[in-house]
Nanobody, 116 residues
Framework: QVQLVESGGGLVQAGGSLTLSCTISGNIFRVVAMGWYRQAPGKQRDMVATVNSGGATNYADSVKGRFTISTDNGKTLIYLQMNSLKPEDTAVYYC??????????WGQGTQVTVSS
């Protein structure tokens, strides 16, 4: 059974930094992409950053230059380094893996709160 567990969320002041981690366990049929998404209260879940199997990254415009996604070579860890955090970055952050069957696997989410 595939399991994704996020960690590293918390409360930080504007301008601060946090690093989120996602640990992946279980067998995933051919990882196509890995990424981070976030959902603020009353809003839809949006893409923050993704990396595909070829290593190409994609970032939401709102986080470009501030956030960096990375993975380990074994594709069992996903990181999101978040710098220069803003109050509008406050959300629940979810890690995601999409497999070769186009199935999405999600973690339970970790809360990030940025105070002004």
């Amino acid at each position: 059974q595939v399991q994704l567990v996020e960690s590293g969320g918390g409360l930080v002041q504007a301008g601060g930094s946090l690093t989120l981690s996602c640990t992946i366990s279980g067998n995933i049929f051919r990882v196509v992409a890995m990424g981070w998404y976030r959902q603020a209260p009353g809003k839809q879940r949006d893409m923050v950053a993704t990396v595909n199997s070829g290593g190409a990254t994609n970032y939401a415009d709102s986080v470009k230059g501030r956030f960096t996604i990375s993975t380990d070579n074994g594709k069992t860890l996903i990181y999101l380094q978040m710098n220069s955090l803003k109050p509008e970055d406050t959300a629940v952050y979810y890690c995601n893996v999409r497999d070769g069957r186009n199935q999405d696997h999600w973690g339970q989410g970790t809360q990030v709160t940025v105070s002004s």
